[in-house]
């Protein structure tokens, strides 16, 4: 008990301010000494022993007040606890005194009844009577009150608005120390809601009942391997005048005799283990020992507290007879459509209902991804308003030309040309459908192209014949001049300026030779070169042509192979590359030329079939300029294809870069992102004066894992696959997620197995950047490798430092992948 100490210290206080008043009086009538020694006496007299006594009183006195007044306190916190809780309960508790009026009410008797406590303060609990229980209910209810016993039961009361209650209710007497009755407490929950919803209960289970009585669906219950429960059709499907003649019979009797195994095992499972099983077809014996098929769908079932099953039948005998007449009909027409070179399809209600596996073929879709889908999304957007109009006007009865032309969309994004032949309308399941059939002339119409291009390349070739015989007529004055001048002019700005008209002069009358010999045909002279030295050119003329708001950075490492080519054609294909950076960057951007050796291995050579096993140099030029959208990055390399304004660009510079480094051996990848900028990477077989090791013993010599598991994010089918196979073959585990999105639901499904998530940047559905910030949220500790076909770095700074511990760089071989996961994984 807390003990008052104030009190205490009062009393004491009290005490010695007597002893002082005590001493006083002494001095000023008794005693003739000096007032500290009346006050504090040497030697204890009679009034030192009354002064202490005085002392002892009040601080027993202030011992007990302090006793007191802390039990007063204690019931006072008590009783205040007590009515908070009742002033903050859901439950409405109001109080009377022995004649029943109301002297007390909480806050949630006001929120349920409607009145007020001002309303209700004086009152009797009359005013909560519904009148709708008879009264001797109450007389029975105040008679056990008076007996001091607590009342609980469920009434009904009304509120101020009128409306009816059901109602909890708990009433106690309250009674005084004697336990004589000074009043009475009840509380009271509103069961209204709770009242109501039992009732829906109990109607819904009557409607179910009615439902699975009368269903005409056979529906039964067994328990214990018995009927326990048939509706009538049911008792029909048995062959049963009504249910009672099957009550208590054991199920496996009316199971055929080649199905009672898989019968057995489906109830064991749904019995004993609580399984769900699927759907089947069994052979049922009827009473009358005819058989049948029955169609089964049976689940767990719990029946008056017991195991049970219930099941769903369906008599398919006659069903399955007719099925199987339309099954042969339908499989001579199959085998017809299935061996037609064409692709055949059927529309209705403008979705695709029916196509062969021509016309899947054709797609590159599986049956069920093009089951169901609106045609109009396999039509090229070129195209599509075309289709549209002669598809609603063929149902509409009109007139339409039976066969025309038509590029459809592949799942790869791709197109193919179509010729379109119409067989009309027809009647499909009842309902009318457009038939059509697709002949694929993509081949043909490439050939055609092909032959066009040819002719158009052979005027140019002419044209660039007589254009390199002018050009040249202009450059040999200019380079007379230049020696003259360089013999004049001997300080050493004029010699600088001098050897670099030398140098543009020399290269420009190397490339109108190049022009002669595409012209005719003839392939350039290939020596050993360094190509250090040409992107050492490049940046010259670049550096003093391009604008200064263009940052320019090169990377060449000192120990680069060397290369077998024409030093002119290879110039100007990484000049084009770098002309057309140029012409897509704007003030700030930055232009990377670099190079790096690289060994191809079989694995990379599989996904990209222009290359082949070996050591290549890998030229990669950058930019960080606004990208090239993905609808036109399968055209660029075609010959006359232009996206610059007219008179700035004549649409031959990639096509014939392409000509050159195939010419050489090599082969060209660009990567590009809408925004962010574009990387081409120019890869020429090398010669190496080292001898290049072969694939097994390189293989020999990687880093392998052991069994740990790693995320591969990549929306590309092939990469994904090549890139696990890769791994699985090298000792790690892999999981693979075709988009970010995925990969967050991959790496929470197996957090605990996943160490690494190596993570394609650009991706439909969920980027790499916004896929890797919801990783990092998941486990800021996880490790991640950033793969890109661009280069720059710089765009991934950000995320980068925060969230990527490596960055790779598309296309990569086995070495460097499994070098990389090797490095990230034994960081710490």
């Not at 120390?177 to 069961?191: C, E, R, S, V, Y």
């Not at 109501?196 to 005409?216: I, M, T």
């Not at 050159?660 to 081409?680: D, M, P, Q, R, W």
């Amino acid at each position: 008990m807390k003990i008052e100490y104030k009190v205490i210290a009062v009393s004491i206080i009290i005490g010695l301010f007597v002893w002082v008043i005590d001493a006083t009086m002494d001095y000023l009538y008794y005693y003739k000494e000096p007032f500290l020694s009346v006050l504090i006496p040497e030697v204890p007299s009679f009034e030192f022993y009354i002064r202490f006594t005085w002392i002892a009183f009040f601080l027993i006195y202030g011992i007990i007040a302090s006793r007191i007044i802390a039990k007063l306190n204690q019931a006072e916190e008590e009783l205040l606890k007590f009515k908070m809780g009742i002033e903050r309960s859901n439950e409405a508790t109001f109080i009377t005194d022995i004649n029943g009026t109301i002297v007390y009410v909480n806050p949630a008797f006001e929120k349920i009844y409607g009145y007020s406590r001002e309303e209700t303060l004086g009152k009797t609990p009359r005013i909560l009577k519904s009148g709708v229980l008879p009264q001797e209910v109450y007389k029975e209810f105040w008679d056990t009150l008076l007996a001091k016993k607590v009342v609980t039961g469920e009434i009904i009361n009304k509120t101020k608005d009128l409306r009816l209650l059901n109602i909890d209710s708990s009433s106690n007497p309250i009674l005084d120390k004697d336990g004589n009755i000074t009043g009475f407490l009840a509380i009271q929950h509103d069961i209204t809601e709770r009242k109501l919803s039992e009732g829906a209960l109990r109607e819904s289970e009557e409607r179910y009942r009615k439902l699975v009585e009368f269903s005409p669906d056979a529906i039964s219950i067994h328990s214990e391997g018995k009927i326990v429960f048939i509706n009538i059709a049911g008792a029909k499907l048995l062959g049963a005048v009504n249910p009672e003649q099957l009550i208590g019979k054991p199920v496996i009797d009316f199971v055929h005799p080649e199905y009672q195994e898989l019968a057995k095992e489906r109830i064991r499972l749904m019995g004993e283990e609580g399984k769900n099983v699927s759907p089947t077809v069994e052979k049922f014996i009827k009473l009358d020992g005819s058989v049948i098929d029955v169609e089964v769908i049976a689940m767990p079932f719990t029946y008056k507290g017991k195991h049970g099953i219930q099941a769903i039948m369906r008599d398919t005998t006659d069903r399955k007879r007719a099925e199987e007449v339309l099954k042969q009909s339908e499989e001579k027409y199959r085998i017809l459509i299935d061996n037609i070179q064409d692709g055949v399809f059927i529309i209705q209600d403008g979705k695709i209902q029916f196509v062969n596996e021509a016309f899947t073929r054709m797609g590159g879709y599986t049956m069920g991804e093009v089951i169901g889908k609106d045609f109009r999304e396999l039509v090229a957007p070129e195209d599509l308003e075309m289709v549209a109009e002669r598809y609603q006007r063929r149902q509409a009865g009109e007139d339409v030309p039976k066969e025309y032309e038509f590029r459809m969309l592949q799942k790869d994004g791709k197109t193919r040309t179509l010729v379109n032949m119409n067989v009309g309308l027809i009647t499909y399941r009842g309902r009318v459908a457009s038939m059509g059939t697709g002949k694929d002339i993509t081949e043909k119409k490439k050939l055609e192209s092909q032959l066009l291009r040819a002719q158009r390349m052979e005027s140019v070739g002419v044209l660039a014949s007589g254009i390199a015989h002018d050009i040249n007529n202009v450059l040999t004055p200019i380079m007379l001049a230049q020696e003259l001048l360089q013999e004049k002019l001997t300080d050493e700005e004029s010699q600088r300026l001098l050897n670099t008209i030398e140098r543009s002069t020399q290269r420009g009358a190397n490339l109108m030779k190049q022009v002669m010999s595409f012209s005719k045909g003839v392939e350039g002279e290939r020596n050993v070169l360094q190509i250090a030295h040409i992107v050492s050119e490049i940046m010259e003329i670049a550096e003093e042509t391009f604008p200064r708001s263009i940052k320019i950075r090169t990377d060449i490492p000192k120990d680069l192979w060397t290369i077998s080519g024409d030093a002119t054609q290879l110039h100007q294909v990484v000049m084009n590359l770098c002309v057309n950076a140029r012409d897509a960057m704007q003030d700030g951007d930055i232009l990377s030329i670099s190079a790096e050796n690289l060994f191809i291995d079989e694995d990379y050579a599989h996904i990209n079939p222009d290359a082949k096993i070996g050591s290549y140099i890998v030229i990669t030029v950058s930019d960080t300029g606004k990208g090239i959208p993905p609808e036109i990055r399968d055209r660029i390399f075609e010959p006359f294809f232009t996206t610059k304004e007219h008179g700035k660009g004549t649409g031959l510079g990639l096509s014939t870069s392409l000509g050159i480094v195939k010419s050489h051996g090599g082969f060209i990848t660009v990567y590009s992102e809408v925004g962010n900028g574009t990387a081409f990477k120019v890869y020429l077989p090398a010669i190496t004066t080292v001898e290049t090791l072969t694939a097994q013993e390189k293989q020999l010599e990687l880093p392998a894992g052991h069994g740990e598991s790693i995320l591969v994010v990549d929306d590309e089918d092939l990469i994904r696959e090549m890139t696990k196979k890769t791994l699985k073959a090298h000792g790690y585990r892999v999981i693979t997620a075709n988009d970010g999105k995925e990969a967050i639901s991959s790496y929470s499904k197996y957090r605990e197995k996943i160490k690494l998530v190596l993570m394609d940047m650009m991706m439909p559905i969920m980027d790499g950047s916004t896929s890797i910030r919801e990783l990092h949220k998941i486990n800021p500790e996880l490790k991640i490798i950033a793969v890109s076909g661009l280069t720059e770095k710089d765009k991934l700074a950000k995320v980068y430092e925060t969230y990527i511990h490596a960055f790779l760089a598309k296309p990569y071989t086995t070495e460097k992948l499994l070098n990389i996961i090797y490095d990230v994984m034994n960081t710490k």
